[in-house]
C-alpha cells in the first residue's frame, strides 16, 4: 500500500501563489505598495506549512490520521501566531508585530480546513480515514 499525500492540491497551489507573490515583490515595485503585498504571504503561510508538518508526522509514523483536523489548524495557528508576531520581533528588527497578520493566519487556517472537503471529514469521523503505511 501507498502512503496518502495529505492536503497537496492545496500545498501545490499555495506554494505556486507563493511564488508568484514573492516574484511579484522583487520585480515589480508597485506591486510593494498594495495591501495584498502585506497580508498574501501570511495567508499561504498555513496552507503551505501545515500539510509539510502533516506528512512528515505521517512519513515518520507518529501519526495515522491523514486528514487535517480543525484543532491540527489551531495548533498551528497559535504556534505561528506567537513566533512570528510576539517572539521574533523582539529579536529581528525588521519582523513587526501586526495584529491583521494574526488574522491573515486564522484565514489561511480556514482556507486549509474547508478546502479539504466533505468526503474527507465523514470518513474521518467513521474512522475509515486511516493512512497505510508501508514499512
Known sequence: MKTQIVALPQFMIGSLIYLIHYTLRVFLPIYNSTLIRFYLGDILALIVCIPIFVNSQIWFKVRKCNYIMIWDIIGYFLLFSMYCEIVMPHFIKTMTSDPFDILAYA?????????????????????????????
Do not use: D, E, R, W
Not at 484565514?107 to 467513521?126: A, D, E, P, R
Open 107 to 135: 484565514i489561511g487556517g480556514l482556507i486549509l480546513y474547508f478546502s479539504q472537503g466533505t468526503t474527507n471529514k465523514l470518513n474521518n469521523v467513521h474512522g475509515k480515514n486511516k493512512v497505510k503505511v508501508v514499512a
